[in-house]
């Protein structure tokens, strides 16, 4: 089967998003990037009740990937708000960082950028996903997020 997803890139959504503790995650899981290696993400989708449009059941994605520890990159006010907009928000503890397995080897390495395209697969593949993905950040995020259009 082949994935499509239509990628765009933010280099920043708005600024007092980012560094406060987020809310409690819908759900966290590990997306396999090989065989041994396993990346902590929290997922967080909007609910029904609160959409403009309730009858919406697949959504855009908002990705952001870090080493900083996914908890901290977005407040519970920025992923509530995008939740309501009707967007799924993942956040992703890179290899090596956070919650997830493996080691960083170096910055930006082949291995980082290959997890990258795995993470966008995965995210394309989930039942609520509509397959567009906006990724955002800011300092290494933002390298990341630009790495995921390469």
């Known amino acids: 089967m082949v994935l499509r997803y239509e ?21 966290s899981v590990y997306i396999p990037v090989g065989t041994e290696i396993h990346l902590a993400t929290d997922i967080y989708l909007p609910d029904a009740e609160i959409l403009s449009n309730p009858s919406i059941s697949s959504y855009s994605t908002v ?9 901290t990159r977005f407040s519970a006010k920025a992923i509530e708000t995008l939740n309501r907009l009707g967007f799924a928000v993942i956040m992703v503890d890179m290899r090596g ?6 080691t960083r080897h170096a910055t930006f390495s082949l291995e980082e950028r290959a997890d990258i395209k ?8 989930q039942e609520w996903s509509d397959g ?7 300092s290494y995020d933002a390298n990341l997020a630009d790495f995921a259009i390469q």
Not at 63 to 71: N, Q, V
Not at 97 to 102: C, L, R, T, V, Y
Not at 118 to 125: G, K, P, Q, V
């Open 97 to 102: 960082s956070g919650a997830s397995e493996g």
């Open 118 to 125: 795995l993470i966008l697969d995965w995210i394309a593949a």
């Open 63 to 71: 990705l952001i990937m870090t080493r900083y520890g996914r908890a």
């Open 132 to 138: 567009k993905i906006i990724t955002t950040g800011v």
């Open 7 to 27: 990628l765009k890139i933010f280099p920043c959504l708005i600024l007092c998003f980012f560094m406060a503790k987020a809310q409690a995650a819908t759900q």
